[in-house]
């Protein structure tokens, strides 16, 4: 049984970004998943579509009409009850929602579907989002133009741990976030590039030695951008094989560090 997403937006056409390119639109050709989208303009009510009204109280922008939405969150849910989808969520894209993860995304994975609803304008009637919404989440803490981008980036992210939509199954076993380590580095020929080789271990072709190095490489480079992962993943701290391997990894660093420093000095040199 594939996938369901129910989107409602103002802007169904973007969305045609996911269901045609890339690694999503391989897997929507798959029939791995599927997208329906909900235009809340199609249940306005009057001729003009109008879906939005200035905000009670006043300030600045508009804010969306609870009953456009709510009869459009409520056909999305009634086709995915017909389809058999016994385990949907409806989840409004917001940046006042909790931060999505790599955890997050492998939740609503394990469901059969979502019902996305994207904001517009100033915001969304808080009624609609009472009675409607299951949860709100937030691909950052910054704000965008609506809910559409962030949608398309759960989308992504969700379509990637369906089995099958990866070329190579290891694949998203291996990304970055997967198990609070950030992804080692990659490397492709040429084996030399603007004098810079790629490392000879990977050259060596001892499996033992590589899968070693690129374990110390996700540890080191998770101690040096996103410290804050090692200690979700290790709270009572590192285990001995883990903290050799990042003592390795940072002497190694600081030689390195060392060594440009001073060819530095001695370019200011001469």
Known sequence: MPFEFDVITLLPDMFDAVTQHGVTG??????????????????AMNHYRTVDDSPYGG??????MAEPLDKAITDAKAR?????????RVIYLSPQGKRLDHKKVLQISQLDGVVLLCGRYEGIDERLIE???DEEISIGDYVISGGELAAMVLIDAV??????ALGDTRSAGQDSH??????????????VYKEKPVPRILLSG???KIERWRLQQSIGRTWLKRPDLLAE???????????ELLEEFKQLRYRVVANQLMDNTKEQEQ
């Open 80 to 88: 995915q009850g017909e389809d058999g989808v016994s385990k949907t």
């Open 206 to 208: 001892d499996h033992a």
């Open 59 to 64: 300030g600045p922008g508009m804010v969306m």
């Open 233 to 243: 993943k290790y709270p009572e701290g590192l285990p001995d094989r883990e903290k």
């Open 178 to 191: 997967t198990d609070h380590l950030l992804e080692y580095p990659h490397y492709t020929r040429p084996e």
């Open 159 to 164: 379509v990637r741990q369906l089995p099958g």
């Open 26 to 43: 391989r897997a929507h050709k798959s029939n791995l998943y599927r997208l329906h989208t909900w235009n809340p303009r199609n249940y």
């Open 131 to 133: 009675d409607q919404v």
